[in-house]
């Protein structure tokens, strides 16, 4: 469970428990004090009835007892009983006597008044029993009201203790969101700075505990983005200072080349290795500048493009390989240099290290265009795809001295190309076998 939803939870839960608890005094206090006052207004009433009911027996010839207990139970769902002598007179809501508990009777039939709260014809009440000369006086008080508001003040304890729960994760949840943000932050700075926005900083933060923090990461991405900044200056540097004797050095081999067949085959060999490895020189040099610049895009290069005559002009006349157009791919507004840099260097890289390439496909990709090229190679295993991206990474091609082993730059130079558009490039397995290297470049470059 991620970490803000574990702060939620334990809102919720601590929340739950501390409602919880007051619910449940709440309950208990609330529950006592009113059972324990409608006991004693029962038990009162109570009293005064059994004086009237005793006073009815004494002086039979002032009173009607039957009367009276039909007075004294009223309309409601009360009843009222006398026994005496074994025999029952009620008067109000009828009920089964007989199935009183016989400890209450007991108690008052010895002289000392008794309650009870019971069932009594299937609702509750109080059963209160006082004593009387020769009998027993019982007086049933309904409790139905009482159970009702104790119903209504229990489901809005357990209602409020539900809400509190739900409120209690509600608030977790945006306290957790905010507690992390500047989590959120770093890891959204740290996301850029990895995919090479040097510029990507954290705002100031005024929290004693967030401020050094802030301060450290932004001082770090500082520290970065200069030490970057100074290397490619010095790759800029060097490649600039280098292309003077590297001039004198083409056009020297360009005089001994002239004057091959002058020469012994020993200094021939000579010059043929010394050829390659100044043009080799010469085209490294030319990559180190470029890899050397901004990687960021002017928007004075920004230009609508058409990908299909880009795409073609680059492939030109190369044999076997054709351009696949599918469907209508978009104009958008790229560097056109840039991007006709891209497809020069995939061409070049499969002609050097895949056995050429034998297809281009151009499509449209939402509002964007995606470019593929298939080569005639083996394929690329996929622990190296991303491998192949990165500078002088020449795979199984390190090392060797030919014509066409390249630096190791092609493909770096065509992923800054491609990132600085905000694209995608990746490496797939192509149906002929080999290896397919998929471009996709949004419609508008920020």
């Known amino acids: 469970m991620p970490l803000r939803w574990r702060v939620a ?27 324990a006052k409608r006991e004693e207004g029962a038990t009162t009433q109570a009293a005064v009835d059994a004086r009237l009911v005793q006073d009815a027996l004494r002086y039979p010839s002032q009173y009607g007892s039957g009367d009276l207990l039909t007075g004294l139970a009223g309309g409601g769902d009360g009843t009222v009983a006398v026994r005496r002598h074994g025999t029952w007179t009620a008067s109000g809501r009828p009920v089964d006597l007989d199935a009183l508990p016989a400890e209450l009777l007991a108690l008052a039939g010895s002289g000392t008044p008794a309650r009870q ?19 027993v006086y019982v007086e049933l008080a309904a409790l139905t009201e009482l159970d009702a508001t104790l119903r209504f003040l229990s489901g809005v304890l357990v209602a409020g203790v539900g809400v509190s729960g739900l409120l209690g994760l509600a608030l977790g949840g945006w306290a957790g969101r905010r507690a992390l943000r500047p989590l959120a932050e770093l890891r959204d700075a740290a996301a850029r700075v990895a995919a090479g926005d040097l510029d990507a900083r954290l705002p100031q933060q005024v929290d004693a505990d967030l401020a050094p923090l802030a301060a450290t ?27 003077s004797p590297l001039t004198t050095l083409v056009n020297a081999v360009a005089v001994l080349r002239r004057r091959r067949e ?23 040099v030319t990559d180190l500048l470029e890899i050397s610049r901004d990687e960021r895009l ?33 104009k958008i507004v790229v560097d056109r240099r840039r991007l006709d840099r891209v497809v020069g260097n995939l061409l070049d890289n499969a002609d050097h290290h895949a056995g ?33 991206f990165e500078r002088f990474a020449r795979g199984a091609g390190a090392g060797r001295r030919d014509d066409h082993g390249g630096a190791g730059l092609g493909l770096a130079l065509v992923a800054r190309h491609v990132h600085a558009h905000q694209g995608r490039i990746r490496v797939e397995d192509s149906p002929s076998g080999g290896a397919r290297v998929v471009v996709e470049i949004p419609g508008r470059c920020p």
Do not use: K, Y
């Open 9 to 35: 939870v334990a809102f919720a839960v601590v929340s739950l428990a501390i409602t919880g608890l007051l619910a449940a005094v709440t309950w208990h206090l609330a529950s006592g004090f009113l059972v």
């Open 117 to 135: 709260r019971i069932l009594a014809g299937g609702i509750p009440v109080l059963a209160v029993a006082l004593p009387l000369p020769d009998g």
């Open 217 to 243: 990461f932004n001082r770090t991405a500082e520290d970065l983005q200069r030490r970057v900044r100074r290397d490619a200056r010095f790759a800029a540097d060097v490649s600039h200072e280098l292309r």
């Open 262 to 284: 002058e020469l012994p085959p020993t200094a021939r060999q000579a010059v043929d290795l010394l050829d390659a490895d100044v043009h080799r020189f010469r085209a490294m």
């Open 298 to 330: 002017d928007p004075r290069d920004l230009e609508v493009c058409d990908v299909v005559d880009i795409v073609t002009h680059a492939v030109g006349s190369r044999a076997g390989v054709a351009v696949e157009v599918h469907g209508t791919p978009p």
């Open 356 to 388: 050429g390439a034998v297809r281009v496909g151009v499509s449209a990709a939402g509002d964007g265009v995606r470019i593929e090229v298939d080569d005639a190679g083996p394929g690329i295993p996929p622990d190296l795809r991303e491998e192949v």
